[in-house]
């Protein structure tokens, strides 16, 4: 048996179970359900945001997410410690809208999602940046991209009334369509008639 034989014989078996040890931590990573690191930081900076600012109260304010069997909004109440700013309001409803909904309703925006900017002009007009993240796991057609964008707009003017109309931008661009239906060129108006009735 030579040198290269022996050594060979020595060194393999370690070198298989190191892979063996390796692949069986990385199907752990894939396959366990573990907490999304992308939540947990949502929460943190909603719980930031909040504390930026020494005048937040406990406020109620009303989300929507979409109904999708039911083809409308439902709201969903909670308490949030809203700041006195308007703009800080709308980027604190924004992240409890990425957070996702508690109760039976679908997402409306992938915790993935982040908000770049928030511009509030003087005529009511919310400009409202997010990340490409956005279009992550969007459910495609008119439908559901158009919930998407309900969801964003009526939640944000039935908890900040100074908020009139909604523009939305993805990545500080203007886009056509939020993902090939939902035409995002004009600014976007509430819509009250796509929210459930409270049950």
Known sequence: MTRRTKILIVVLPGVLLASVFYLQILARRIFLDIPSPREEAVRAKLSEAVLRSSTATNQSVMLYFPAIEKRRLAGEKRDLPLAADDTDKVHQVLLALIEGPRLESNRALPPSTEVRA?????????????????????????????????????????????????KILIQGQEVETLDGHADLSGYFVPDPALNLPPS
């Open 118 to 166: 928030i511009f509030l002009s003087r005529d009511g007009a919310a400009f409202v940046d997010f990340s490409s993240d956005v279009l992550a796991r969007l459910t495609p057609g008119i439908e559901n991209e158009t919930l998407t964008v309900y969801s964003i707009v009526n939640s944000l003017a039935a908890n900040i009334p100074s908020v009139k109309k909604v």
